[in-house]
């Protein structure tokens, strides 16, 4: 009875500490919170995805910042289309090899099919965030700390 | 809200697992176009070769040009020119005329009846008032094509020389300083200078912003040398400076002394070449007087760093290390733009970077060239070298030498005298005389002057008062506003031309898709507008843009813009070629006036370099002395106000705007305040901030950041809602008569 009594009083004090910290999240940081929910509705709000991914994907953000696209300003929605679909590229967390990467990078695509072989995906070797301007292009590293 | 946070999700996972497969997920040219043609992309002056897909006789998609000189890679804007700029929705397809005057509406009616409406009030014009009341106002933008046979015929079919265009606004002073410190226009070196440079000397230019692909060759340079040095000089600290070892900011309009300070260093610490010098060049002074060097090292002599600081404000031991990079290096290459040219001094600025690689020998190797970077993506070559301005006539002629014209008049199969002796008005004054009633009818093409003319108050009143005949694309362009008739053009590779970049390089524009609606090439509107004003038939024997080529390219075989070489069969085959190019198998020149590489310099001239251009056979070096701008803040308009582009629209947004993901990036014109200024006029990010200057005053909303210098506010002129032209002066560079847009006094405080 004993055991049961302090499992349930375990239980009530971990959903508690859960709780609290999602409260605790939520009330500290109101502002991210709300902008990670949703995209943003009124188009005149999408000017910079950067502004709020870097609160809520500060990692993606700063990836993008510190890789050759963003040294070279080439913008989420360049290669990931617009949250409301309506722009000209689609939407997509992932873009597609063939449709987007390739308008740009096909002579080096076809370099590296006629190398390797043809593969089925280039980000496992050529992650298109972290790929920073002063290193080497095929070398995959773990996004760094620096703050910008 | 369009797409929930869940069905993002799901898209993602689902463009995961298709994108896994190698299979594309959606897009528009899902299945593949049936081909791909061959073109040159419509943005900016770098001249990206681009593939555009077709599918259904419908452009689906675009692509790089992987045999151009981009190798495949396109920015933004061109990746994603097809199909939203094409098929905009306000694309105009109809030729329209207003029938009850400017304030009457503009309404669609048939071609003959446009030309006719055009070439009428033309006639009346000309009769009742002479061939100098009328004007063509064109374009670097426009193809050579379209740009030879507008000069062909208003100089030869008109008798007027009042053929002017934007590329007065952009880059007259480079041409100028060209001419002056070679004898010749155009650029000596090429992009292929920026892989081999181990300096880059880049003043005036945001070249990441305005020419991403040349900014991605320069990065990729130093990435794969990680010695190769970058200066970048710039009073804003744009994304350029990102990848600079050095970033010099300056007090706006002080570049004349910075430059003269430099060469005062390079003498000093003697890192000048004396043999280069002693070889290839010749010093003048004022208008041309003759100087010697000795003269020359005295006049700089007394820009020392100390007195260059209290001038530009770079502590002087910046100006010492830039001076000693640029001469040390291996191979020094300047990149230079509208900072340089928009000025009241630009020619000036021009001659001094020249003069950076005369005094070093920085020139006519790899990676050692002075290279202008050119904002149009056909203002080289359709219209400096087709001379469509109101000073020249074709391949480096000018209208006030008598031996030019007559060239010019024998070779069309004019009478000698044909060609009217004076020059015609440049920009600003073909605007001023347009107000003042003196031209009374102009043909504008391919550009929207109600939106980029400095001192718009001052120049909307001549395009009110003047008859407009317009050729657009775009429904929202301002200067539609003002137009009598418009005449619906064929955009890009809905008609076929030559574009000429930065690098000389001549590449073919196919066409790809026909023209949308009722529009048509510009090419038969300005044969069927010639002919129904009344131009000799046999002056004007086209059928076709290819017909044009062939008489350029000929004319072209008489002097040093030999391009006799680029055939119109070559073009098709080849993504672009780099003149001079004397004959078909010639494969273009690199390094022009390089012998050897050169084949206009004899193969036995006794030196490796000719500056075949000039008289002398050598480059001038020039004492030009600082000279502050015209308008500098002062105590009643206490900032400095510039302009400039932001890399996602390009000019006027007519094409970018219709680009979501481009438009959304840039929506509207805003004010970059640095936050010191911001915290002391207590303006806070967001707030509306009006700039007065002493011609208007408008209000924008603030970005606070440090791109730009304490003292120093820059406003974009993309936004059609905020002319912010309004707010500059007019006042020109004495010699190349281009207007000062980078600097202008304003007060500037949080709206009320």
Known sequence: MAAKKKLLLFLALALALVGGFFLYISLAFPGSRCEAAKHPEAPEKYSDCLECHLKVTPMAAQDWRESKHGVLLVKCAVCHGLPDGKGTVPFAAKPGVREICARCHEPAMKQMVEKYGARLECESCHPHHQNPMHRKAFEAKKPSKTSF | ?752
């Open chain 2, 1 to 752: 809200m369009a797409v929930s946070r869940r069905e993002f999700l799901r898209g993602s996972a689902a463009a995961v697992a298709l994108s896994a497969l190698g299979v594309p997920a959606l897009g528009a040219d899902a299945g593949g176009p049936e081909k791909w043609v061959k073109g040159v992309c419509r943005y900016c002056g770098t001249g990206c070769g681009v593939l555009v897909g077709v599918k259904g006789g419908k452009a689906v998609a675009v692509k790089g040009d992987p045999n151009n000189h981009n190798e495949g890679k396109l920015c933004q804007k061109g990746a994603l020119l097809v199909p939203a700029v094409i098929y905009a929705k306000d694309r105009i397809t109809d030729p329209m005329i207003r029938k009850g005057g400017k304030k009457s509406q503009l309404e669609k009616v048939s071609w003959d009846e446009a030309l006719d409406f055009a070439t009428k009030r033309f006639k009346a014009v000309i009769a009742e008032s002479g061939p100098q009341a009328v004007a063509y106002y064109g374009s670097g933008q426009a193809l050579t094509e379209e740009s030879y046979l507008a000069n062909k015929i208003w100089k030869a079919g008109l008798r007027s020389n009042n053929v002017d265009g934007n590329p007065r606004l952009c880059m007259a002073s480079a041409v100028a300083g060209y001419l002056t410190s070679f004898g010749k226009d155009e650029p000596m070196g090429t992009y292929n200078d920026i892989d081999s440079a181990s300096c880059f000397f880049i003043i005036g230019s945001n070249t990441s912003e305005a020419h991403p692909i040349l900014f991605d060759r320069i990065a990729r340079r130093k990435e794969s040398a990680p010695d190769v040095k970058i200066i970048v000089v710039d009073p804003r600290r744009t994304n350029t400076a990102r990848i600079a070892d050095m970033h010099v900011p300056f007090k706006p309009g002080t570049d004349l002394a910075l430059l003269n300070g430099m060469a005062h260093v390079i003498f000093r610490d003697e890192l000048d070449n004396p043999s280069f010098m002693g070889r290839y060049t010749i010093v003048k002074k004022g208008a041309g007087e003759e100087a010697t060097l000795e003269e020359y090292k005295r006049f700089v002599s007394e820009y020392t760093p100390e007195k260059v600081r209290e001038i530009t404000g770079v502590p002087a031991e910046d100006v010492v290390k830039m001076a000693r990079m640029f001469a040390e290096s291996p191979a020094t290459i300047s990149l230079w733009c509208m900072g340089i040219n928009q000025r009241s001094k630009g020619v000036w600025a021009n001659n001094l970077i020249h003069n950076l690689h005369l005094i070093t020998g920085q020139i006519g190797r790899p990676g050692a060239t002075p290279l202008s970077l050119t904002g149009q993506p056909n203002a080289c070559g359709g219209v400096r070298d087709t001379g469509s301005l109101a000073h020249l006539l074709p391949a480096g002629r000018m209208v006030e030498n008598e031996k030019h014209r007559n060239e010019m008049e024998d070779f069309w199969k004019v009478p000698r005298g044909t060609i009217q002796p004076k020059m015609g008005f440049h920009t600003v004054a073909l605007f001023e005389n347009m107000a003042a009633g003196k031209v009374q009818a102009v043909f504008i093409h391919c550009t929207n002057p109600a939106q980029t003319l400095p001192h718009l108050n001052k120049y909307t009143p001549a395009l009110e008062k003047a008859f407009v005949a317009q050729t657009e694309c775009f429904m929202d362009a301002e200067t539609l506003k003002y137009a009598d008739v418009v005449f619906p053009a064929a955009f890009w590779c809905e008609t076929e031309g030559v574009y000429g970049c930065t690098e000389r390089r001549y590449a073919l524009t196919e066409q790809a898709i026909p023209p949308l609606g009722n529009s048509r090439p510009v090419i038969q509107v300005l044969l069927d507008f010639a002919r129904g004003v009344g131009v000799d038939p046999a002056l004007i024997p086209y059928k076709n843009a290819a017909d044009i080529w062939e008489e350029w390219r000929t004319l072209s075989k008489q002097g040093p813009y030999n391009f006799y070489g680029i055939t119109r069969e070559r073009l098709k085959k080849e993504s672009g070629i780099k003149w001079p190019c004397p004959d078909e198998t010639h494969p273009g020149t690199n390094l022009r006036y390089v012998r050897g590489d050169d084949p206009l310099v004899p193969k036995d001239h006794p030196n490796r370099i000719f500056f075949y251009g000039s008289p002398t056979g050598k480059a001038t070096i020039w004492l030009r002395p600082h000279q502050p701008p015209f308008e500098p803040a002062d105590a009643d308009y206490p900032f400095v106000l510039t302009t400039g582009r932001v890399i996602d629209q390009w000019h006027t947004a007519t094409m970018t705007g219709k680009v979501p993901e481009l438009h959304r990036a840039y929506p509207a014109a805003f004010v970059e305040i640095n936050p010191e200024d911001a915290k002391k006029l207590n303006i806070k990010n967001g707030d509306q901030v009006i700039l007065e200057t002493r011609r208007d005053k408008m209000a924008f909303p603030a970005r606070i950041t440090d791109t730009c210098m304490p003292g120093l506010v820059f406003c974009p002129f993309f936004d059609k809602n905020k002319l912010v032209n309004r707010l500059f002066h007019d006042a020109v560079d004495a010699a190349s008569k281009e207007p000062e847009y980078k600097i202008c006094a304003t007060k500037v405080y949080k709206q009320a």
